[in-house]
């Protein structure tokens, strides 16, 4: 039998309240999660290499940001891993649909967003 690696999902959101909700959910569904609640030092992070993920479920628009720092995250991680999922969560969807592969209007249910997550990861 082999045993699959499990994935990594990064969360970031400025409200701890749905990255908690996030995080638990997603790591019963065995992922393992990074939580983020800066997008302007996520993006840092990002394009350093600091962190190592395999998906990303991110908040659009931030109140401790603009949504022009909230959004260079997911720019970042465009232009350095197009290939890695991008879901965005908002309840605006301001964000340019080319940036993210996904996105996933605020309210949601947990087990849908998780559903699109494993979509992309075949267990």
Partial sequence: MVLMEKKTILVL?????IRNCLKKFLEKGNYNVIECDDADITA????????????MVSDCCSFNSDS????????ASKELYPDKPRIGISSHPQIDAECVHVHFPKPFQLSGLVEII???FPK
Avoid: L, T
């Fill in 44 to 55: 840092q992070k990002i394009r350093a290499g600091e962190i190592k993920y395999d998906a």
């Fill in 118 to 120: 494993d979509n992309f």
């Fill in 13 to 17: 959101d400025d409200n701890s309240d």
């Fill in 68 to 75: 022009y720092s909230q959004n260079q995250a997911i720019m």
